[in-house]
């Protein structure tokens, strides 16, 4: 399902970053975001409500911008949290991004070239790890939009050309066509008042086959998107993304023992106590469990100190407590030693 409905950041991917249009609002993002992460893990059915399953191998990635809206580093992550590719995006003094470097283990892997013109990225170079050209992508525009472009291999033969509608800026149809102008496939995207896509139709006219995908969504203030359910053709339930989000200036609010109050889950650790995929119950009434699945391994009582930011959690037993700092970041919580040193990490799911 992953395939057919993201293959179309293969085409506009490259394209981002103008002058105009900064790659917030291209990924139809609202306020001053600075991190996203996203997880995926499979969707389950119970008890008539849709619940997070086990995480996915793969679907997981990591992204952060600057205070103009543009994307500075991306990261694909395996379910692990270990970084699979990492990309840099670099720009000129009028925020245009020039270029893109992708790494795997520390190599360069690819390197993308931008051709600037007007504050529009009108060609993409794609290079190999040996520095060698890979494709070009070249792009026509209607105003300030993509309206559609063309790629071609490294001897300038033309592999394929696409035409994209948007409506107030996002994208809501594109047809792909082949080396010989054949339409290949034709995806139409419908929208919800978000601007965020509740349906996918995506057409294979030589076969004359068809696929429809649906999803629906949870909300933050800022009207964006932190968890998406993702249906299969039946309507059944397939995959949960779940979506971390940090804005400029999280690191000034400030945050109640209600907060801390709920269900977390262990997304990473290097705690003894804690494992990956452990959970964390935190009390109104000042007391804990920890457990895995329906097992409760663990229990005690907890309390803050909210002007050195420290919690601790104690089972009864002194030397089987423990102190840790703590922050938050969006919707995960942050536990480290007391010399800063990040010990596990936390989301609400």
């Known amino acids: 399902m992953k395939n057919k409905i993201f293959y179309i950041l293969i085409l506009t991917i490259l394209v981002s970053c103008t002058n105009s249009k900064n790659d917030l609002t291209e990924s139809n993002l609202k306020g001053e975001v600075w991190k996203i992460q996203e997880t995926s893990y499979e969707g389950e059915e119970k008890f008539g409500e849709y619940v997070v399953g086990d995480k996915n191998y793969w679907g997981h990635s990591y992204y952060e911008f600057n205070k103009a809206g543009n994307i500075t580093v991306s990261k694909r992550l395996d379910d692990d949290g270990e970084i699979t590719s990492l990309s840099k995006y670099t720009y000129d003094k009028s925020d245009n991004c020039i270029s893109i470097e992708t790494y795997k283990d520390d190599e360069l892997t690819q390197k993308q070239v931008n051709v600037i013109d007007k504050n529009k990225i009108v060609e993409v170079k794609v290079f190999d790890e040996d520095g060698e050209l890979e494709s070009v992508y070249k792009y026509e525009y209607s105003g300030k939009e993509i309206s559609g472009g063309s790629i071609f291999d490294k001897n300038d033969n033309i592999t394929n050309s696409f035409f994209n509608e948007l409506r107030n800026g996002l994208l809501i149809k594109q047809t792909v066509n082949d080396s010989i102008g054949e339409t290949i496939r034709i995806s139409r995207f419908n929208r919800n008042k978000n601007g965020d896509v509740i349906e996918q139709v995506t057409q294979f006219p030589k076969d004359t086959s068809e696929y429809k995908y649906s999803f629906s969504y949870e909300y933050d203030e800022e009207r964006n998107w932190i968890k ?23 690191d000034k609010k400030t945050y109640s023992e209600n907060d801390f109050v709920g269900i977390w889950f262990v ?16 009390q109104d009434n000042k007391k804990f469990d ?60």
Request: aromatic share 18%; proline share 0%; glycine share 6%.
């Open 228 to 250: 998406q359910y993702q249906f299969d053709e039946e309507g059944q339930i397939e995959d949960i993304i779940i979506r971390n989000i940090v804005y400029f200036g999280d």
């Open 267 to 282: 997304i990473s650790s290097d705690d003894s106590w804690f494992d990956k995929d452990d959970w964390l119950e935190i």
């Open 290 to 349: 920890i457990g895995y699945d329906s097992k409760v391994w663990k229990s005690g009582t907890w309390e803050i100190n909210s002007k050195e930011k420290i919690f601790t959690l104690r089972t009864g037993k002194n030397a089987d407590s423990r102190k840790y700092k703590y922050k938050f970041e969006g919707y995960q919580l942050i536990f480290s030693t007391i010399q800063d040193i990040e010990q596990f990490r936390l989301e609400k799911r």
